[in-house]
């Protein structure tokens, strides 16, 4: 099983960027379906993007322009531009090979202060 590890949150002003990083162990991250979500307080949690093994990319429309997923072969990336106050959630990377998503990281929380 695939252990999940996301970096990079913290926090940031409105406007700003970060570049979230999700890492793979025990098994090489290249061969999934890479997904990232959020949770903020109160809400549920919702899709952000994702990556097929081919590169494929897909974003909510509340994301997209503003986010950026990419990969390599060791890690899954969401660059964040133009930080709203609404993106401050927790995020959480997530694989998959096919079906659902059934392999989540812990996340981590980004801020975006007004």
């Known amino acids: 099983q695939v252990q999940l590890v996301e970096s990079g949150g913290g926090l940031v002003q409105a406007g700003g960027s970060l570049r979230l990083s999700c890492a793979a162990s025990g098994r090489t991250i290249s061969i999934y379906i890479v997904g990232w979500f959020r949770q903020a307080p109160g809400k549920e949690r919702e899709f952000v993007s994702a990556i097929t093994r081919r590169g494929s990319t897909y974003y909510a429309d509340s994301v997209k322009v503003r986010f950026t997923i990419s990969r390599d072969t060791t890690k899954v990336y969401l660059q964040m531009n133009s930080l709203k106050p609404e993106d401050t959630a927790v995020y959480y990377c997530?694989?998959?090979?096919?079906?659902?998503?059934?392999?989540w990281g812990q996340g981590t929380q980004v801020t975006v202060s007004s």
């Open positions: 997530a694989t998959k090979l096919t079906g659902s998503y059934d392999n």
